[in-house]
């Protein structure tokens, strides 16, 4: 018995041409098998949905490095008691960093920290180092605001729980930046050493 052909209806195996319409339809499972592979590795990732979640952990040791280096500049100008504040705040933002990876940790995910960019070495003043702050801690809450998003259309309850704590922390840190910078707007020399000496008291 001779061997049928798989493609068409001819009694035997032979070169047959797959029809153009065949191809198209050939294509576009395999477009379509791409697109549902790539789908599920962005919103799975096996990490429970919490796929970018480790980015944060970059985001939030690049601005405690950030800190520390407005903390040298400002105690090199010998504003100690600035100085002081971001040296705190440095600290602040390596303690969100670790929240952050032991949330993931008891979720099952690994969390990554990723290579730093370097951070910026010196300020006109020290109300310019504060003015940069202030633009910095929007820009995390924007990030943050995306986690959630995120968090919210994958249907991740746990993290979007977890993340509401840092959007509260978001609106402390603008707040507490813009004050600053705004104090600063006011103040003369005189003043500037007043508040360099207010700022220098944070526990
Ligand atoms: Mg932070």
Known sequence: MKDKCLICTEQ?????????????????IIML????????MTACDGENGKVSTYEQITAELWSANLYLSMSFYLKREGYDG??????????????HAI???HYMINRNAIPKIEKLDVVPQS?????????????????????????????????DNATQDFLWRFVREQVEEEASTLNIVEKMRKAGEAGILFLDA?????A
């Open 12 to 28: 035997s195996m032979h070169r047959c041409e797959v029809p153009v319409q065949m191809k198209k339809v050939k294509g576009l």
């Open 123 to 155: 300020w006109g003043n020290p109300q310019e180092a504060f003015e940069d702050a202030y633009k910095h801690e929007r820009h995390v809450s924007q990030l943050i605001d995306l986690l959630v998003k995120v968090a919210s259309e994958e249907k």
């Open 82 to 95: 600035f100085a002081h504040w971001m040296e705190k705040q440095y600290h602040e933002e390596v303690n």
């Open 33 to 40: 098998l791409i697109s549902l592979s790539l789908f599920g």
């Open 198 to 202: 207010q700022l220098g008291k944070r």
């Open 99 to 101: 929240a952050i990876a």
